[in-house]
C-alpha cells in the first residue's frame, strides 16, 4: 500500500503516461498478491492479519483492476464482517465500490462522482444515514462536508 501511495502522489505531481503506467503496474501488482493470499488464506482479515494490514489489503482491492475479484472478495468480506472478524465499513466502501462498477446504485454513499463532487445514485436515499449509522459510518452531509474540506 505504501508503493501504491507513493507511485500515486508521484503521477498527480507529475501526470506523464509513463507516471500512470507505472501506477497501473504497481496496482496489477499488488492486486495479484491479494489475490495469491486469498486464494491460500480466504480474506486478511482483521482478527488474522491486524487492523492495519486488513486495511491495507481493502484499500489494494478497491484499487485492483478486475472487478470479478473484487466482487468475490466483496463477499469474502461481508461473511467476515458477519463473523465479527472484520470492521463493517470495509464492507460498505467495497459494496458501494462493486455496485457503482456494475452500474447499480450504492448502499451506504461512500462513493462521490469526481466530476459532480456528488456520490453516486444511492439505494432508497431516505434511509441512508441509518444503514451508514448501522456500519459506523458517519451521516451523509457530514462526509461531504469533510471531503469539501480537504478538496
Same mark, same amino acid.
Given at each position: ?35 495469491? #493470499? ?21 484499500? #489494494? ?15 469474502? #468480506? ?74
Amino acid at each position: 500500500m505504501d508503493e501504491d501511495h507513493r507511485v500515486t502522489g508521484a503521477a498527480q505531481r507529475s501526470p506523464t503516461p509513463a507516471a500512470w503506467q507505472r501506477l497501473a503496474k504497481c496496482r496489477k501488482g499488488n492486486a495479484e498478491a491479494l489475490r495469491a #493470499i486469498v486464494r491460500r488464506h480466504a480474506w486478511p482479515t482483521a482478527d488474522l492479519v491486524g487492523a492495519p494490514a486488513s486495511t491495507a489489503a481493502l484499500m #489494494i482491492l478497491l484499487h485492483a483492476p478486475d472487478l470479478a475479484f473484487q466482487v468475490v472478495c466483496r463477499d469474502l #468480506i461481508a461473511q467476515a464482517v458477519a463473523d465479527g472478524r472484520c470492521p463493517a465499513p470495509h464492507h460498505a466502501y467495497i459494496a458501494d465500490h462493486c455496485a457503482v462498477e456494475l452500474g447499480q446504485p450504492q448502499f451506504y454513499g461512500t462513493r462521490v462522482d469526481p466530476v459532480t463532487c456528488c456520490p453516486y445514485p444511492v439505494r432508497r436515499p431516505e434511509t441512508l444515514d441509518e444503514r451508514r449509522r448501522d456500519v459506523g459510518l458517519a451521516p451523509l452531509d457530514e462526509q461531504m462536508r469533510t471531503l469539501r474540506l480537504s478538496g
